[in-house]
C-alpha cells in the first residue's frame, strides 16, 4: 500500500487495519525478522503475556533494570496518548527521531516484501518490526517484550529462546480469537512456554494454572507459581512479603489496588530465575518506583482513573476502590463508564453496581470506532443501578468531564473506567490542561 502524499508517519500507521487484517505465521514473522537482520537473536528476552496484569508487570520489570543501571527496552500495548508509549529505552519513550528512522526503515523494507509477493503485515507487526529494529540500533541487549493477545500464535511468539516467560491473571476475554472456557485462554497463554526456559505464571486460577504446570512439563521447564499474595493496606500503597533470593524480603508496592501485589510478586520471581543475580536492595528501589498510568491513579484528588476493561478487570478494580471507599467513606461516590462494544458490558456494569452502588453515573461515548452505542449502554445502566442512583448521558468525553468535574467536591470519590480508550482521552484531556496556563502566558 502507498503512502498518500504528505502522509506522516502516524497517519499510515492508522491507515494499516484498512487494508492488511490478516495476522501472519511465526514462519512469516521470522522471515521478516531475517530481512532486519535477527534482531532478536541477541537479546536476553522477558516475555510476558496474561488477559491482566501484562503492562504492570513488564514496568515492574523496567523499573528495577532502570536502578540497576541494566540497559534494556520495553515493547507494550496499547498506548494511552502518544504511539511511541509502546517502544521505551531505560524507562524513557524513544526519541521522535528514533521513532521515524525506524518507520522508514520498516516500510522500505515493507515495500521489497510485497514486491516479492508477501502481504503487508498487520498494524501490531509493523509496530513489532518498528520496535525491533530501534531495540536493535540502540544496541539493546535486554528486552521486556509484552505479548498483543493471546501468546501461541500471537506475533511477538517468534521469540525462541525467552530469559524467563511470564504469565499474569487469566480471564474471559477476546472470545472469537482465544477461546470461551478458562482452559482454552490459558492454553493460548502457555503457547509462550518455551523449552527448558523457566516460566513464572499467577496461580490464582486453579484450571489456568493446572494448564501452566502441565505445559512446562511437557516442554521440560522449570515452572514457578505465584500467588495468592497477603498484603497490607496503606493510603496509596501496598506492603508483601515475598520470598527473594532464600529469604523473606518486604517490598512497597506504590499501588493502593490489590492486584498489583501479585504482578510485583510476578515480576520479583521473574527477575530472581532470571539469572541477573540483582541485590535485594536494588529490587525493592525498582517496585517501589514504578509508575503505570491508568491503574488506579490518582489524577485529581479523589478522582481515579482505571484502564479496567473486561470482567475480571473491573473485578479487581472493584477490590481496590471498594476499600477506598470504605477508607474514606466519603459523603457521594461517582463513576464516569465507557467501554468498548466487544466486551460484556452488562456483567460490568451490574458488577459496579452491586458492590460500589455509585449515586452518580456518567456514561460517555469516545472517539472509537469500537464504541458501544449509547442507547445500549443506557439501558444497561438502567437495569444495573439502583433506582436512586441518578444516570446521565454525554457524546463525548470533554462533554462528560464537564458535569462529572462539576459534581465532584471535597468529601466526593469518583472513578474513571471501563476502557483503555477512556482512559487514554483522559490522558489527553490532562495534558491539554497543563498546556492551558502556558498558552495564556504566551498571550500577555
Given amino acids: 500500500m502507498e503512502r498518500r502524499t504528505g502522509e506522516t508517519a502516524a497517519e499510515y500507521l492508522e491507515r494499516i487495519p484498512e487494508f492488511a487484517v490478516k495476522k501472519s505465521d511465526r514462519n512469516t514473522v521470522r522471515g521478516f525478522l531475517n530481512r532486519l537482520g535477527n534482531p532478536d537473536k541477541g537479546m536476553k528476552i522477558f516475555h510476558v503475556a496474561g488477559t491482566n496484569g501484562k503492562g504492570s508487570v513488564c514496568s515492574f520489570l523496567s523499573s528495577v533494570l532502570k536502578e540497576a543501571g541494566i540497559s534494556h527496552g520495553m515493547f507494550t500495548s496499547p498506548h494511552l496518548t502518544d504511539i511511541r508509549e509502546r517502544f521505551m529505552i531505560n524507562g524513557a519513550m524513544v526519541s521522535e527521531a528514533l521513532f521515524s528512522e525506524a518507520f522508514e ?40 517484550l509484552e505479548t498483543g493477545m493471546g501468546g501461541l500464535k500471537d506475533v511477538t511468539n517468534v521469540i525462541e529462546e525467552p530469559l524467563v516467560s511470564v504469565i499474569t491473571s487469566i480471564s474471559v476475554d477476546h472470545t472469537a480469537f482465544l477461546g470461551k472456557t478458562i482452559p482454552e485462554i490459558a492454553s493460548h497463554k502457555a503457547g509462550i512456554i518455551k523449552a527448558g526456559c523457566p516460566v513464572v505464571y499467577d496461580a490464582a486460577s486453579k484450571p489456568a494454572a493446572a494448564v501452566f504446570k502441565a505445559q512446562a512439563e511437557k516442554m521440560g521447564s522449570k515452572a514457578y507459581a505465584v500467588g495468592p499474595i497477603p498484603y497490607r493496606a496503606g493510603e496509596e500503597s501496598l506492603n508483601i512479603n515475598v520470598t527473594y533470593q532464600g529469604e523473606q524480603t518486604a517490598f512497597e508496592v506504590p499501588f493502593s489496588a ?39 491513579e490518582q489524577i485529581l484528588p479523589g478522582v481515579y482513573l482505571d484502564g479496567a476493561h473486561n470482567e475480571d478487570g473491573i473485578r479487581a478494580f472493584l477490590t481496590a476502590a471498594c476499600l477506598l471507599k470504605e477508607r474514606k467513606n466519603p459523603k457521594e461516590t461517582r463513576i464516569l463508564f465507557s467501554v468498548a462494544s466487544d466486551k460484556d458490558y452488562k456483567s460490568m456494569l451490574q458488577e459496579i453496581g452491586e458492590r460500589l452502588e455509585p449515586e452518580v453515573c456518567i456514561l460517555t461515548g469516545m472517539d472509537n470506532h469500537r ?66 496556563p502556558d498558552r495564556r502566558e504566551e498571550k500577555k
Fill in 371 to 436: 464504541v458501544l452505542p449509547m442507547a445500549e449502554l443506557y439501558e444497561a445502566a438502567g437495569a444495573a443501578f439502583k433506582t436512586g442512583t441518578r444516570i446521565q448521558c454525554c457524546q463525548t468525553v470533554k462533554e462528560a468531564l464537564v458535569p462529572f468535574l462539576e459534581g465532584h467536591e471535597e468529601n466526593t470519590l469518583s472513578f474513571i473506567v471501563g476502557s483503555l480508550y477512556l482512559a487514554g482521552e483522559i490522558r489527553e484531556w490532562m495534558e491539554s490542561r497543563k498546556e492551558e
Fill in 105 to 144: 526503515a520498516i516500510y522500505r523494507e515493507v515495500e521489497g516484501w510485497i514486491r516479492e509477493g508477501n502481504p503487508h503485515p498487520t498494524y501490531f507487526e509493523f509496530l513489532f518490526y518498528m520496535g525491533m529494529w530501534m531495540f536493535s540500533e540502540s544496541r539493546i541487549k535486554l528486552l521486556v
Fill in 258 to 296: 490489590p492486584y498489583q501485589a501479585v504482578n510485583a510478586a510476578l515480576a520479583i520471581k521473574a527477575l530472581e530465575v532470571s539469572g541477573l543475580l540483582l541485590d535485594a536492595k536494588t529490587v525493592q528501589c525498582g517496585i517501589r518506583s514504578m509508575h503505570w498510568p491508568a491503574r488506579m
